[in-house]
Every structure is written in structure tokens, then in C-alpha cells.
């Protein structure tokens, strides 16, 4: 039978401009988010986080925005660079240790 | 500062054997996790460890895998016996304290045929 796998959404932006990748989390009592950047062959890596009583937090180029009352989490990437191309995670901590995965978005930086 | 290690990077093995994998957590850390990532199912966790106390297994598929953590400063993931459908990238990854950001491995890709 045919398979099936994860259908990733693609976001496609030019180099220079801004990102914004959304993610929507499941659970209201989640206390903690987290962005991770996956390149292609090599393991999740942090970004940023936020926790819940946080609506804003900026990093270098990365700004993470959190609106609790539609359960929504965005990352912005400012000044999109080719090496930013590669697929973002959002995360959410429900609770004691574990993390909950969303399932991705694939960025791709076209010149 | 090294990071996660993970050993080996590329395994491939015919089904039936019994695959083992490897990590060694930043130092300091005290919490250790096993992930498995596929096409189909994105990343699960299988199993975390604190202070190399099993915590919360739930997510090991059955009872062909096995986890353990006899040090702060090493972990297997034990695949026995492989069935093709494991093949997958199993990354570990640590963290300091029990909440917090994990810092992940390169992963090991595994190919059971």
C-alpha cells in the first residue's frame, strides 16, 4: 500500500525578509515553549523559549510570541538568511518533565 | 563544551539482531531522554531518566526496547531483536534541573532490513 507520512507545511521567503512561523499547542495549563531548528541530518537544536507567564521574548534575530487566550505560539526571524533554512519545532511542557512536539514546519530561504 | 554524544551515527543491521545505542549527556545534566523520529510519526519519547532513575517509559514501544542509565554520565537504548519498522533516528538529549530546554544529540540513524 502507498505510505503515508507527516505532510510538513512550507513556509518559502526571500533572503532579507521576515518569518513567522506559527504554532498552535493543545493543553492551557502548558507552562513553557520551546523553538528548535532542525537542518537537515542533525538533531533539534534550542532556539528560544518562553514560559507562560511571558507574552514576548527576543533573541538574537528570533523573537518568540506567546497569546495564551488562542493558545498560540509564532516565532519571528528577522533578516532571513539561507542558514535559516530548516524545519522549526514548536514544543510544550504540560507538566512535570516532558516536552510535547508539534509536528513542524519546513523553512525554506530562496535568494 | 561537548555537547550530547551519540554512538554510533549510522547503524545498519538485519532483523532480528540486537542493536544498541548509545549517549553520553552533558556533563552536569541530570535528566536524559530518548527520542525516535520517523516520517510517519515525527519525534516521540520513548523514555526519560532522571538522576538515572527511569521515570516515565510510557513511550517505549514494547517490550523489544529496553533503556538504561547506570551512571550520570552514560545511557543504552537496547533494540532486541530489530524489526525493520524500528529503523528510524533515535536522538538522546539532556537537560539540567526538571524543567527547562533539552539540548539534543546528532542523532543515530538506524536501518534494520
Known amino acids: 500500500g502507498e505510505s503515508v507520512g507527516l505532510h510538513l507545511p512550507t513556509l518559502s521567503v526571500q533572503e532579507g525578509d521576515n518569518s513567522i512561523i506559527n504554532c498552535a499547542y493543545s493543553n492551557s495549563a502548558s507552562d513553557y515553549f520551546i523553538w528548535y531548528k532542525q537542518e537537515s541530518g542533525k538533531g533539534p537544536q534550542f532556539i528560544i523559549d518562553i514560559r507562560s507567564n511571558m507574552d514576548k521574548r527576543q533573541g538574537q534575530r528570533v523573537t518568540v510570541l506567546l497569546n495564551k487566550t488562542v493558545k498560540h505560539l509564532s516565532l519571528q526571524i528577522a533578516a532571513t538568511q539561507p542558514g535559516d533554512s530548516a524545519v522549526y519545532f514548536c514544543?510544550?511542557?504540560?507538566?512535570?518533565?516532558?516536552?510535547?512536539f508539534g509536528t513542524g514546519t519546513r523553512l525554506q530561504v530562496t535568494l | 563544551d561537548a555537547g550530547v554524544i551519540q554512538s554510533p551515527r549510522h547503524e545498519v543491521t538485519e532483523m532480528g539482531q540486537e542493536v544498541t545505542l548509545r549517549c553520553k549527556p552533558i556533563s552536569g545534566h541530570n535528566s536524559l531522554f530518548w527520542y525516535r523520529q520517523t516520517m510517519m510519526r515525527g519525534l516521540e519519547l520513548l523514555i526519560y531518566f532522571n538522576n538515572n532513575v527511569p521515570i516515565d517509559d510510557s513511550g517505549m514501544p514494547e517490550d523489544r526496547f529496553s533503556a538504561k542509565m547506570p551512571n550520570a554520565s552514560f545511557s543504552t537504548l537496547k533494540i532486541q531483536p530489530s524489526e525493520p519498522r524500528d529503523s528510524a533516528v533515535y536522538f538522546c538529549?539532556?537537560?539540567?534541573?526538571?524543567?527547562?530546554?533539552?539540548?539534543f544529540g546528532p542523532g543515530t540513524r538506524l536501518l534494520v532490513l
Open positions: 514544543a510544550e511542557n504540560k507538566g512535570g518533565s516532558k516536552l510535547t
Open positions: 538529549a539532556s537537560r539540567i534541573g526538571e524543567t527547562g530546554s533539552q539540548y
